[in-house]
């Protein structure tokens, strides 16, 4: 069973996930949930609790699934009618683009109904953070590291000025020597076509293809290993390669979300009284 973490009887202080959200059960309690776990345990005094971004998302699992999950606005209408004073939002968010931007201003019109309220960063948001990121994403595919294989990772891409993270994200995999990782998005730039051109650069047989997103998701499943013309898998085995797709999220590795239990930390550190 699910913990959809939309109980009532919080107490005084909470701790919101907040996550657009994946419509994949399976995936979201290994990543968005397994968050959540690593959060509770780290801060036992909090109620945590979840709210998603996507209405769409929330509306598909309703209706074909029978589970009820908060939306942001929904878990904090939630938090104030329990009279929660302190609050701190966790978002589980790639970057600071637009809907990071729209929490932030969303957890701003109620933040007037608690005493202190505080958002946390999102992944990618110090130098510290891509390290650790490039860390965990070598750790986790280093058994596949034969000298002959190109490790390519698919962003989702946004037209916000936060989609240069990718590009720095590549750039410090060079710095560091990791010169077969290769990062690019499915809806912005990098594109595939510009990430394939850069793996046929090099003496590749092999591609390991996963998704640089928090959940394995639709993007994951069909855009990125998907058997159907236009796919990142079909793409490279087209050019000869042989394929390998890890359909795992960002959010289930542990180091990721030690970075998303040390942004709340942060955030509590800075708590703000309203």
Sequence with gaps: MENTRNQDGIGEKELLAASFGTSYQDTRCRTIGAIEEELERAFPEYSVRRGFTSRMIINRVKTRDQIAIDSLEEALKRAADNKVRHLIVQPTHMM???????LVNKVEEYSHQFERTAVGKPLLSSEEDFQAVI?????????YDDGETAFCFMGHGTEAQANQVYGKLQEMFRTAGHENYFIGTVEAEPALEEVLAQVKEGSYKKAVLQPLMIVAGDHANNDMAGEEEGSWKKAFEEEGYEVSCILRGLGELKKI???????????????SAV
């Design 96 to 102: 600071d683009g637009f809907e990071y931007t729209a």
């Design 257 to 271: 979300q030690q970075i998303f239990i040390k942004h709340a930390r942060e955030a509590e550190s800075g708590l």
């Design 135 to 143: 860390q965990a994403l070598t750790a986790e595919t280093e058994e």
